[in-house]
């Protein structure tokens, strides 16, 4: 394994000098040589990129790469940190993308595998003689943990039921009658087992609806609770639990005594209220799948002794395929659907304009982080992620 020469100079980096880059980007209006023209390396796992930047921090002074200029004063950039390097006349850049690090060496037309790994090696190595810069470094970090967002979770998985539950468009499919003759048998069979796939998909995205609706609606008074409650109940942790175990209508009926940010009460005396009610009320039923004759009868039949005397007769098709939706009829999944974003839009209708814009944004937000030193919720990364891919395919491992 040969080391890279710009190891072996380890010592001897420094800051770029202003004036060589000046002078190569003269050269380079020239047309006498490209600038940095060299090779590039992304960093594997010999060390975490908190590690490498840090080290050039401690080392270096601030981010000094021309990126910098074009960086925006936010965590929304294809490049977060540049630094140049000088090692001699020669420069390396090293810069920190979304989704991986890299180097270009100046003066180097490629870097083998075993080139590239003795590199990452000797830049370790070297921490150890910045230890206590680093450590500087790392205090002055602010420590982010990144979370689920279960509302967001929960609302992406229930619209995508929602669309594809309205893709089906099972009020649109023509259930095969019932047979007579042996031919007609033969027909009925294969259209039958058509329109039972088209039912059993409609029954799981029903079904999941229903029982998902009231989660939703639930995760979202528990995230508004956990962005807009009053500093001393967050940091009462026995008050805080206290009032996420209360039942869901005084949740929701205290909302403006609990949190900050809102205008007006939240009225029970509303429509989206009363159906929200209506609708958590039921939950219990789906979720723990509770058996209640009454509630879930849906038909009356009846009998001399042995004999069934239905009120009326009905096909097979009606039997084994209406009936199973019974309950969870589409219409219902997606009326229940609407409740709760009904209901989500008029609480939001009570906060004030710029308390409800921060709560929206975090509602479409998957992966919020939490400040717990200071106990602060933030949105630490726009809703996409920007990758690129610069530079020739590197050597792939022998074997491989």
């Not at 109940?233 to 009032?243: P, T, V």
């Not at 929701?252 to 939240?266: E, M, P, Q, W, Y």
Request: charged letters at 25%; proline letters at 6%; glycine letters at 4%.
């Amino acid at each position: 394994m040969r080391t890279p020469r710009p190891i072996k100079e380890i010592n001897s980096w420094r800051a770029v000098d202003p004036k060589l880059m000046l002078d190569k980007l003269e050269r380079l209006k020239k047309n006498r040589s490209p600038l940095n023209a060299g090779a590039r390396w992304v960093f594997r796992t010999t060390f975490s990129p908190v590690d490498l930047y840090v080290y050039l921090k401690a080392r270096f002074g601030a981010p000094n790469g021309m990126q910098m200029i074009f960086k925006s004063p936010t965590s929304d950039n294809l490049v977060h940190w540049h630094w140049t390097i000088q090692m001699g006349n020669r420069v390396m850049d090293f810069m920190g993308f979304n989704m991986h690090a890299e180097v270009s060496i100046e003066g180097y037309k490629k870097l083998s595998i075993a080139q590239g790994i003795a590199f990452e090696d000797g830049l370790k190595d070297d921490f150890k003689n910045y230890g206590k810069e680093m450590s500087e470094v790392r205090r002055q970090l602010e420590k982010w943990n990144i979370f689920v967002n279960p509302y967001r979770r929960i609302h992406k998985v229930i619209e995508d039921f929602a669309t594809r539950l309205r893709n089906l468009s099972l009020q649109d499919v023509e259930l095969p009658q019932q047979p007579t003759t042996s031919e007609e048998l033969q027909q009925f069979k294969p259209k039958f087992e058509e329109c039972a796939k088209i039912y059993r998909e409609a029954l799981g995205l029903s079904t999941s609806i229903r029982m998902l609706a009231p989660v939703l609606a639930e995760a979202f008074i528990n995230l508004t609770i956990f962005l807009l409650a009053k500093p001393e109940i967050k940091k009462d942790s026995r008050i805080y639990q206290d009032i996420l175990r209360r039942e869901i209508d005084v949740r929701v009926k205290s909302l403006h005594i609990n949190c900050v940010g809102f205008k007006n009460a939240v009225s029970s005396d509303t429509d989206q209220f009363r159906n929200f009610h209506t609708l958590m009320n039921g939950r219990n039923d789906f979720l723990h799948g509770n058996i209640d004759p009454t509630r879930l009868a849906y038909e009356v039949i009846y009998f001399d002794a042995n004999i069934p005397l239905p009120k009326t007769y009905k096909n097979f098709s009606e039997l084994a395929l209406v009936n199973s939706l019974i309950h969870v009829e589409p219409e219902k999944a997606l009326n229940d659907l609407k409740i709760v974003e009904e209901f989500v839009q008029f609480v939001l209708a009570q906060l004030k304009d710029d308390t409800a814009n921060m709560v929206r944004m975090f509602m479409q937000t998957i992966d919020p982080g939490w400040r717990e030193d200071t106990m602060r919720a933030g949105i630490l990364f726009p809703p996409y992620t920007i990758h690129a891919v610069f530079g020739p395919e590197k050597e792939k491992p022998t074997g491989q």
